[in-house]
């Protein structure tokens, strides 16, 4: 067989690895930029080039949405606003294709919310994408967990003044748990939020369950590092 053709294969060999879900929420878990930013910009090539094809734009907008999470956990505001908005491009092309689809309109109302942190600005422009795609994504699946997380997510980085706030997060943090006790994303967040309004025994028991769940999650035994139990 011809190296060219060697190469072609190992190449769509990797591009399957990358746009592997799995793939990315380990490099997620783990806070690997590096690898994060490896698999969008790959990811980036192959939806500029498959503009209509909804797998190709779903895996890059998953990719940047990774990346702009870990960003925002690492405090890197402005790496987590580029990335937020180079998926915001595809999750609009997805939800414009499939519009029926609870779990693109739960990518893009995230995406939009990972724009928000640190800046008035962009918080008045995508606080209201936030809001509404992730409203739209719990009323196409009310039975998803994953829906009310991404949402109590927004919530919770979104101001008061436009309707968000820790107290209305956490009411959307309990409702995942009620749904699926076992999503160490709802814990996660669900302590997140009440360390901030300052029920820390709370928190703290709920960032336990949070890496007990999953232990690969570097972010969750942070938070939990930093909760007092009391």
């Not at 190296?3 to 878990?29: G, H, T, V």
Request: with cysteine.
């Amino acid at each position: 067989m011809p190296l060219s053709s060697l190469s072609a294969i190992f190449l769509l060999l990797w591009q399957s690895a990358a746009s592997n879900s799995a793939e990315l929420e380990k490099a997620r878990d783990a806070q690997d930029r590096g690898a994060l930013e490896r698999y969008a910009s790959q990811l980036n090539a192959v939806a500029a080039k498959q503009s209509n094809d909804a797998q190709a734009l779903y895996r890059q907008a998953l990719a940047e949405s990774y990346l702009a999470e870990i960003a925002v956990e690492m405090g890197d505001k402005n790496l987590a606003r580029s990335s937020a908005e180079s998926g915001i491009k595809s999750a609009e092309r997805l939800t414009a294709l499939k519009p029926e689809n609870s779990e693109y309109h739960r990518l893009l109302g995230t995406l939009c919310g990972q724009a928000v942190p640190g800046n008035v600005m962009t918080a008045l422009k995508y606080g209201r994408c936030a809001q509404d795609e992730l409203n739209k994504a719990v009323q196409l699946d009310p039975k998803s967990a994953m829906n009310y997380v991404s949402r109590g997510a927004g919530n919770y980085y979104l101001p008061q003044a436009m309707g968000g706030g820790a107290d209305v997060a956490i009411k959307d943090f309990q409702k995942a748990i009620e749904l699926d006790a076992r999503s160490a994303d709802a814990h996660l967040w669900l302590g997140i939020a009440l360390r901030k309004v300052n029920r820390n025994a709370e928190a703290h028991k709920a960032l336990e369950k949070a890496v007990s769940l999953n232990p690969a999650r570097v972010w969750a035994k942070q938070q939990l590092a930093k909760t007092p139990p009391a």
